[in-house]
């Protein structure tokens, strides 16, 4: 069954399940950069603790996983962060256009050049049947934009978020602020493989 999520504004540097701040990225992990050379943009601060507590994961305990995504305010990017099927797509968030990361907690920091201000994220009310919604809520099955074959099999939806759900200024983060962006992750917990991310547009 899935869940609504509900969002309020919190610090940047707070270690809690949030959509943008800062990350905690440790000091000897490098800030990831997509294949153009840009430095990618914080958009999930995700505790392991809060995952396995809430969804059927695994991960080690007291650590983080961090989200990340190509973002521009100058650029087109759209094409390098959508999967609706197509292996070009899947290869572009597998080569680094998107980022999953699972890590220790280091202090806080930013290396990009755009700080969303941080919400937090919290669970809300059941939705039994959310095959026609199209906001942004957590656990059971994602609902796709787009309903291409996608190849996922190796990976669990964790969540969905709607553009619009970012604060005012970052509501482009997907490009288009009616876009949705999806997060998936390693049904394993394996450390070297912790997910994906990626979005879709109609």
Not at 25 to 33: A, F, K, R, T, Y
Not at 63 to 70: A, E, H, L, P, Q
């Amino acid at each position: 069954m899935s869940n609504l999520v509900k969002f309020k504004k919190t610090g940047n540097e707070q270690n809690i399940f949030r959509i943008g701040g800062k990350s905690f990225l440790p000091q000897d992990v490098e800030w990831p950069i997509n294949p153009n050379g840009e430095k990618l943009t914080l958009i999930f601060h995700l505790p392991t603790n809060f995952l396995n507590a809430n969804l059927p994961f695994k991960y080690p305990k007291d650590m983080i996983i961090s989200v990340f995504t190509t973002y521009n305010t100058e650029d087109y990017f759209l094409d390098s962060i959508v999967y609706h099927g197509d292996m070009e797509e899947l290869k572009n968030i597998k080569n680094g256009f998107t980022k999953v990361i699972l890590h220790s907690i280091g202090s806080p920091r930013n290396e990009s050049d755009y700080l969303i201000p941080a919400k937090e994220i919290t669970i809300g009310k059941k939705i039994n049947e959310p095959d026609d919604y199209y906001g942004s809520f957590i656990g059971a099955s994602p609902v796709f934009l787009q309903r291409e074959k996608l190849e996922l099999d190796s990976y669990q939806f964790c969540m969905q978020i709607y553009g619009e759900d970012f604060p005012e200024e970052f509501q482009d983060i997907f490009y288009l602020n009616d876009s949705i962006g999806y997060l998936f992750l390693s049904q394993e917990g394996n450390l070297n493989d912790v997910g994906l991310f990626f979005t879709q547009c109609s």
